[in-house]
């Protein structure tokens, strides 16, 4: 079986039920090697964020078939054949400042023949599956990962080969209560094209087909979607609905939902600074009564984020 891993920090506050994504929880934290929280940019709650790592399997002979895009053109995003979780494991995601401490103790402690042995994931998880976090978000070499596929857990799964740990905004196969609209766009084969979106964390929407919505986000157009997004919010308040009003999954912002299907139509090739440009020309666009329905995190991040973003670059799902 070979193995493929994910990882994501993406964190869901208790007070004002925002996620958080990592640019947003880098931005949070303080310059204190002492301090494991970092805090919400939009309530300013203090609290820790993990870091969550995903290792699945795929077959060996499995391989991802070609799917055309809503706009007839084949695109570069195939979903593989449906991949086996095996395990799934969260550990408290560290400030660099923090982790640079709790490492020297370590080096200090055992010496430096310590990163090179398997004892490093076995004794020290939480250290070891930053580093990892660390290295592959900035995307430097290391060994850390083939130490993995030797440790205790590695062999009670009975994984082999070599694995890569690949740092994400969003898993796709986690369902935050509702499927995200990259999720329903990733497996729209499955839905009828006259199908009406409904309960895209955002909003529960009532109008407008998926194949419609997600073409115009392909074409540049955020205008629509947000348009859209928004009115069916306005529909749902007014229907009183429990669901949308209770569910933690309605409370994923707008920005977040266009910028994660963007990030699973293009890859690489997303340009995270054009969108937030034309994502904020399409609000500056919107008539009062809808951009009074704007809550904070349906608008791009903090600037203290996004420049962390620039420094650190954009991920993917």
Known sequence: RAPCGHADTRRQTHHCHCLLFDEQIMAGWKADDSDFNTSCEYCEERLVAFLT????????TSSPTGVSSDLGSPT???????PTKVLSMSHPYLSPFLLRKE?????????????????????????????????????????????????????SHALGGNIVIRPVWHQEHFNDGSPALYQ??????????????????????????????????????????????????????????????????????????????LAMVQGPRLDSVKFDKDFARAVSRLARDLSSELRKDDIAPCNSALNFRKAFGALGI
């Open 103 to 155: 490492m020297e103790t370590l080096l200090s402690n055992n010496g430096e023949a310590i990163m090179w042995k398997v004892d490093f994931v076995n004794q020290h998880p939480i250290l070891y599956w930053n580093l990892v976090w660390c290295f592959e978000r900035l995307g430097l070499r290391t060994h850390l990962s083939s130490l993995f596929m030797n440790s205790s857990l590695a062999q």
């Open 184 to 261: 329903r766009w990733l497996h729209r084969g499955a839905l009828s094209q006259d199908l009406a979106l409904e309960s895209i964390h955002t909003s529960s929407m009532s109008s407008g087909s998926l194949q419609s919505l997600t073409a115009r986000i392909q074409c540049g157009d955020y205008y629509t979607p947000l348009s859209s997004m928004l009115k069916d919010r306005v529909s749902a308040r007014r229907t009183n609905s429990a669901q949308s009003t209770k569910d933690p999954s309605s409370f994923r912002g707008i920005y977040w939902e266009l910028l994660c299907f």
């Open 76 to 82: 570069s995003v195939t979903p593989p054949a449906q």
């Open 53 to 60: 790592i995903t290792v699945c399997t795929l077959s060996e």
